[in-house]
């Protein structure tokens, strides 16, 4: 047969496929199945949207419920019915390794396929192909990619999260999870009960064998930011599998190139003399594997203090925290206050060596008992360490509504104040911020009032973790360089606010735009309304 | 969150039929289409994409036709496993039969067109709507849309001229050859 050789033809036939039309009565079936389906997952729905037929079908599927659920229960043996999604995450969790394929597709591009190892300590191997692989330790938040075809390795300690885990996250699911149960169905020609549940704010399909009451096939369908569909399925398991403990090493291949990113860059002594301490003080942080060393001492060398602690590295919001846990004091005089449980700094490497910023992180402990911005000279930041591959990170698409937001919001409200002097103590110039709503107006004046510059922006904050983000765009300057124009700028920092002051942190970001490169924190007090604010104010 | 089986049953009730109809023009077969209309309002139970869609109906029938086109994707991996014959139209079994192939050509050579320049030949051209329309389903404009099924056309005629070539050089040579 010889296919459309010009475009009518191709056009004709294109056409008469679409008046391509299934019988009637095999259009009422597929659509009775569908109807009868949702009415399971709802039997109510039934009642109130279904037409008039809906109501028959529905006495009639009790008739057949009545008759066809023994008869499943006798074909497929023991308590069916009953396997629940907890029996299914229970029998997952008493399996200790897992196989099995998973296959992510996006539209428009190759299928992905992966065959995934799991050891059931939450360690797990991901075989991409080509020899190709990736190692993780999900319980540490390490990974180890391993690129055959660049002979290259690369270990990830740095906090970044780790390769998503469908299926461990499924199996470290609560007890008790809501889930919805499908309708059975069939796959490669065995009956599996099916269940949908919420996890990690995907909703994941699990269907399972009703004996084994182990997982056939898990399934995710997203839409993407570019609103592509995207589909992982999982299948092919094989559970109790022998594994080979070598297959999980963190240890590069031979003759590989192996670079190390996370506590790594931080090994080493850091010191810094502390500012106006008398007697004089000197401080340094050593760290070593996934501990340090946090010694105090004068600088005549006698000790004054020494602490140990467990480092984890975070990096959240596109900044990187660095925590302590598990400190304990190993010599010398307790801490002003005791010894802490835990303690957290914000960290950025620049140009003049390690930056810690404290007091900036919500519900963390700080290092320091107030804001400090703080240079530790050491070892430096390595330069062979390869840039995060991560998209910018974290920068919701969506306004959020989280309280803590809404609060931070009311209190940014009004007027802000900073004051720059000289070394006589005398003003050179104010800084003022009003904030109405989401549009801020900074102006700067000189000591004597006269405007030099105004900007107006709109804003909105986000929530990462401990970290708060203030984000800026849509610049006008109402006065100075550029004044009557509109510039497009999209320029964040950090702010923490608790009514009388807010922090302005810029420069601590790994990638994403601040309006400053090198860390820097700015302290803003609040400035009394202006009278007609006060007056506008008053209720009458 | 997941889509109410409520919303899902008046969306199977407006629109069942077509999306039905075209399931099974997407697949000449009539138990595949069952089973993928099945699927399809199963996936839409449990993914947050319809909840999120601006135009739910154009949603639905994209979400179909990525089905139909997913599902001939691992048909073709695994062919031997295929057993339905294809649905042709037609007077006579000869005629649904030829029908049938001429179709199975076609929409077999789609699936080596681009996501978006098959949907746009879809929905312009087996479900018949004005180009006006698509444009508003996809978000592109009407011109965008026209260029994409010119586009599109072009593709389809060249896969299937390469598949007839292909055809003819793999037929049995007569005796002596």
């Known amino acids: 047969m010889e296919p459309a050789t010009d475009d009518d033809e191709l056009i004709h036939r294109l056409h008469r496929l679409g008046e391509l039309k299934p019988a009637a009565v095999e259009t009422e079936r597929a659509l009775e199945r569908v109807r009868r389906s949702l009415t399971e997952l709802s039997p109510v729905a039934a009642v109130v949207v279904g037409k008039p037929r809906a109501l028959g079908w529905w006495i009639a599927a009790a008739v057949c419920l009545g008759l066809a659920v023994p008869l499943a229960w006798l074909a497929l043996g023991p308590s069916p019915a009953h396997a629940g999604f907890d029996d299914i995450r229970a029998a997952m969790q008493a399996r200790r390794s897992v196989a099995c394929r998973q296959v992510r597709r996006i539209e428009g591009r190759p299928d992905e396929t992966s065959r995934w190892l799991m050891f059931g300590d939450h360690r797990f191997r991901i075989d991409l192909g080509g020899g190709s692989y990736a190692v993780v330790d999900g319980a540490r938040r390490r990974f180890l990619r391993v690129d055959a075809q660049a002979q290259e390795a690369t270990l990830f300690d740095d906090g970044r999260p780790p390769p998503d885990n469908l299926y461990e996250a499924l199996k470290d699911l609560p007890q008790g999870v809501a889930a919805q149960q499908l309708p059975q169905k069939r796959i490669d020609g065995r009956n599996v009960v099916g269940f949908t549940v919420s996890v990690e704010g995907r909703i994941a399909t699990v269907w399972a064998d009703p004996v084994a009451r182990l997982p056939v096939q898990i399934q995710t369908d997203e839409q993407n930011a570019e609103g592509q569909f995207v589909s992982v399925t999982i299948d092919e398991f094989e559970f109790e599998k022998k594994l080979n403990p070598d297959l999980f090493s963190f240890g590069p291949p031979a003759g590989f190139a192996f670079t190390s990113i996370g506590l790594d860059e931080l090994r080493g002594r850091w010191e810094r003399p502390i500012p106006g301490s008398n007697p004089p003080l000197i401080e340094s942080l050593t760290v070593e594997g996934d501990h340090d060393i946090y010694l105090l001492r004068r600088t005549d060398g006698t000790l004054v203090r020494k602490l140990s602690a467990r480092v984890h590295l975070e990096r959240v919001g596109d900044v990187a925290i660095y925590n302590r846990d598990e400190i304990q004091l190993v010599e010398g005089n307790s801490p002003p206050g005791g010894v802490p449980k835990t303690q957290s700094f914000i960290y950025k490497f620049d140009q003049k060596g390690l930056c810690e910023v404290s007091g900036l992180l919500h519900g963390r402990d700080s290092f320091r008992p107030r804001i400090a911005t703080i240079r530790w000279v050491g070892p430096g930041k390595r330069d062979d360490r390869p840039s995060a591959d991560e998209s910018i990170a974290d920068k919701p698409r969506a306004p959020s509504d989280d309280p803590d937001l809404r609060r931070d919001l009311e209190q940014m409200q009004g007027r802000w104040e900073r004051i720059g002097r000289n070394a006589q103590g005398e003003v050179t110039w104010r800084m003022e911020k009003l904030v109405k709503g989401n549009q801020e107006t900074r102006t700067v004046t000189d000591p004597h009032g006269r405007v030099l510059e105004q900007q107006t922006v709109r804003f909105r904050l986000e929530k990462h973790g401990p970290v708060r983000v203030f984000n800026f765009f849509e610049r006008m300057n109402d006065v100075g360089d550029g004044a009557g124009l509109n510039f497009e700028v999209d320029f964040s920092y950090l702010y923490r606010i608790d009514g009388t002051t807010l922090l302005e942190a810029p420069g601590l970001f790994e990638k994403r735009p601040s309006y400053q490169t090198n860390p820097v924190v700015y302290i803003w007090a609040r400035s009394e309304p202006r009278n007609a604010e006060k007056t506008a104010n008053t209720p009458p | ?177």
């Not at chain 2, 947050?48 to 135009?55: F, K, Q, S, V």
């Not at chain 2, 039969?97 to 699936?111: K, R, S, T």
């Open chain 2, 1 to 177: 969150m997941s889509s109410d089986p409520q919303g899902l049953l008046h969306i199977l009730e407006f629109h069942g039929q077509q999306i039905y109809a075209l399931l099974t023009r997407l697949t000449l077969r009539a138990g595949v289409a069952d089973d993928l209309l099945q699927e399809l309002f199963l996936k839409l139970h449990t993914s947050t994409g319809l909840a999120r869609a601006e135009n739910q109906t154009a949603y639905v029938f994209r979400a179909a036709i990525h089905l139909a086109f997913d599902w001939r994707r691992r048909r073709r991996e695994t062919e031997s496993l295929q057993h339905e014959p294809p649905t042709g139209t037609g007077s006579s079994p000869m005629d649904r039969l030829i029908a049938a192939e001429e179709f199975e050509q076609v929409v077999g050579a789609m699936q080596d067109l681009s996501e978006l320049t098959r949907e746009c030949l879809v929905l312009r051209f087996l479900q018949q709507q004005e180009y006006h329309e698509i444009a508003g389903q996809l978000g592109k404009t009407e011109h965008q849309v026209r260029a994409l099924c010119h586009k599109g056309l072009d593709q389809l005629r060249s896969i299937l001229a390469i598949a007839a070539g292909a055809a003819r050089e793999s037929e049995p040579k007569g005796m002596g050859d």
